[in-house]
């Protein structure tokens, strides 16, 4: 079931793994951390955490540029150290702004990281095993970030102590996985060049590419109506209105985690010849289901509510492995190589509006007592993301849009049709 990667690619999603395991040891006891343990107010707390997906409006577009103009392996590794600095500055806060500062810096590295880390992986792969290397990433991440909380929550106490060790703990998962991205096998990472002439290296050029905007849309509102309300909203209503204790919700989440690491091979598999719009669609379809049967399972209560709730969670999970290898693969067939870095720049860019977006409507609605209404709204954007998904059919190649019928057997013909070329190259010499 798990998909035969090369080596290179390994290395690297091991590193991916391991710096999601240190985000699992302290991003879920931010604010307590901040207002419990440092004694900031949660008036100033709250924005500070804000600050993090804020920085990505720079830092997405800048590590995009950076990706193409240096390459991905290099602008990948300075966004880790940068994160690892400011992880090391979170450590040492005192003060509102001290925090503030540390958050922008770190926001900035991560944010830099992720697209040349999208870019990164997408190359390191033949085009037919870019589903497959996005699937794994999904789930090597969900496992880490998951592990890392399980083992916080053991850590932790009360003292400063306690989480000056886990962040300075995160600060060496981004630096040990900045050393496996430098030092991973497989020498020099091929999609990089210099700008040809009349080429500006910017991000005008891509503005053209009325496709690659107009599927940043619809991951504006996937992330906005699906992934920010999993993380903002869910949680609240399911204990306010579903009157679910933190035992029961953290329940929920592990059905959630679970369905993520059993169901993704399953789901790649059951992908193979298919249409990746249409695992776009069906995955926006789920995460609405989600919704809805948050909204039963609040009514019902109970054993019965608990329930819904686990099955909701499971749901969106589903949802989550079927956009996981579709969205990022879509991107990086369509980017050009020496764009690569850029395009995976929007996409990256187009997740941080929808994660600001989200908890901003979320708390306005929650806020005024209208959390039925947030949720039935956001399943019925979800319905309309799925019909637009849908229309993006006909506008994609199939080179572009199907799954590999056989990754493995595409793969193989790969490698062996660059052996070839290298022993073509060497009797040229």
């Not at 306005?364 to 709204?377: H, N, P, T």
């Amino acid at each position: 079931m798990v998909p035969g990667l090369p080596r290179q690619a390994w290395w690297i999603l091991t590193g991916d793994a391991v710096s999601a395991f240190g985000s699992g040891l302290t991003l879920p006891f931010f604010l307590v951390y901040l207002h419990n343990v440092r004694g900031i107010e949660l008036g100033l707390a709250g924005p500070i955490l804000s600050v993090i997906a804020v920085a990505g409006l720079v830092g997405n577009p800048l590590g995009g540029l950076l990706t193409d103009r240096i390459g991905p392996r290099q602008a990948a590794v300075a966004g880790l150290v940068v994160a690892a600095a400011g992880t090391v500055g979170m450590a040492g806060v005192r003060s509102a702004w001290q925090g503030l500062v540390a958050a922008v810096v770190y926001g900035l590295g991560v944010a830099v990281t992720l697209p040349s880390f999208q870019a990164l992986i997408g190359i390191c792969v033949p085009r037919e095993r870019r589903s497959q290397i996005f699937a794994v990433q999904y789930v090597m991440m969900n496992a880490g970030f998951s592990a890392g909380g399980l083992l916080a929550a053991v850590l932790v106490s009360a003292s400063a102590r306690s989480f000056v060790t886990l962040y300075l703990l995160d600060a060496a998962t981004f630096l040990a996985f900045a050393a496996l991205i430098a030092r991973s096998p497989g020498g020099r990472v091929p999609g990089v060049r210099s700008p040809a002439p009349g080429e500006r290296g910017g991000y005008r050029e891509l503005l053209s590419d009325r496709l690659l905007l107009r599927i940043c849309v619809l991951v504006v509102a996937v992330f906005s109506c699906g992934y920010a309300q999993y993380y903002s909203a869910y949680p609240v209503y399911a204990m306010e209105e579903g009157r679910l204790d933190a035992a029961a919700l953290r329940l929920t989440f592990l059905a959630n985690t679970g369905t993520v690491i059993v169901a993704q091979f399953l789901v790649l598999r059951l992908l193979r010849s298919r249409r990746r719009t249409r695992a776009f669609a069906l995955s926006a379809v789920l995460m609405a289901a989600a919704w809805t049967a948050v909204l039963w399972a609040a009514a019902a209560g109970g054993a019965a509510g608990m329930a819904g709730f686990a099955i909701a969670m499971a749901l969106f999970a589903v949802g989550e492995t079927l956009m996981a290898p579709t969205v990022p693969a879509i991107v990086n067939d369509l980017a050009p190589d020496a764009a690569r870095g850029r395009y995976n720049g929007v996409y990256s860019l187009a997740t941080t509006l929808g994660s600001i977006a989200g908890p901003a409507v979320a708390g306005i609605a929650l806020s005024a007592g209208l959390g039925a209404a947030l949720f039935a709204a956001m399943a019925l954007a979800l319905g309309l993301v799925a019909v637009q998904a849908l229309r993006l059919e006909r506008h994609l190649p199939d080179a572009v849009n199907l799954v590999a019928a056989d990754d493995r057997a595409a793969g193989e013909r790969h490698e062996a049709g660059a052996g070839k070329r290298e022993k073509a190259g060497a009797g040229n010499e």
